[in-house]
């Protein structure tokens, strides 16, 4: 499986932003999907995560409430709607893939490059 994220870019906080993560390979609706991002100088965080169906969801309490993680398996891609942004957001965010709906970086297997995002005040 192969991940392309994209959507990052330079913002004011309270913008919106819509990152998606192209997939590659077979059998996409299969995977449970998540976000993550890594600030400077930080460790990789959870941010949210989707179930194979997109039935299931999960948000760090960080984000609830403006950020909604989303899929079309259709077309291969999972979204993260980013609305209110805090500076605090800023990140390269990441996509990934694995076959348990979690919040543990470990338990994913595949993972995008990262997009960049830039919230200033």
């Known amino acids: 499986v192969q991940l392309q994220a994209s959507g990052g870019g330079s913002v004011q906080a309270g913008d919106s932003l819509r990152l998606s993560c192209a997939a590659s390979?077979?059998?996409?609706?299969?995977?449970?999907m998540g976000w993550f991002r890594q600030a400077p100088g930080k460790e990789r965080e959870f941010v949210a995560a989707i179930s194979w169906s997109g039935g299931s969801t999960s948000h760090a309490d960080s984000v609830k409430g403006r950020f909604s993680i989303s899929r079309e398996n259709a077309k291969n891609t999972m979204f993260l709607q980013m609305n209110s942004l805090k500076p605090e957001d800023t990140a390269v965010y990441y996509c990934a893939v694995g076959w348990v709906l979690s919040t543990n970086d470990r338990e994913y297997n595949y993972w995008g490059q990262g997009t960049l995002v830039t919230v200033s005040s």
């Open positions: 390979g077979h059998s996409f609706g299969s995977y449970d």
